[in-house]
Structure formats: structure tokens, C-alpha cells
């Protein structure tokens, strides 16, 4: 999506959005194309998928507990 049609979806000033495009492009979330005036932002959906993985591990989600490992076992 190009940055205007992101904005559209935000009651955000367009200085605020533009601070954070500035944070997700040096998180390298995002990858940005420029062609004339117009920037089309790109998720990258490998650093996205290694943050909420990271998050995940951090909060111990997915991991089975013990008890729940005995309760399927066929």
C-alpha cells in the first residue's frame, strides 16, 4: 500500500504516521519503493515472522506444559 492509503485507515497527523513508517523501516518490517512522489510500503513478512516468533518464546506460548503432554498421549 502506498503511504496514503495506510494513513486513510488512521486518525493520525501525517507527521505522526511518518515517524512511524521511520521506526518500522529501520526494523526493516517494512521495505519501502519510492517511484516519483509516491513510496509503496512492502510488509517483509520474514522479520515479522521472527518478531512475533521471538514474542511468542517470550511469553512461552506454544509450548506444551507437562500436564497437557500426558493427557494426549495415545
Known sequence: MTAGEIAAH????????SGHFAVLREAKLVAPEK?????TYRLNLSVLEEALLA???GFRLGERRPDEAKE???
Open 35 to 39: 517511484v516519483g512522489t509516491t513510496i
Open 55 to 57: 514474542l511468542m518464546q
Open 72 to 74: 494426549n498421549k495415545p
Open 10 to 17: 488512521f486518525e493520525l497527523a501525517k507527521p505522526t504516521l
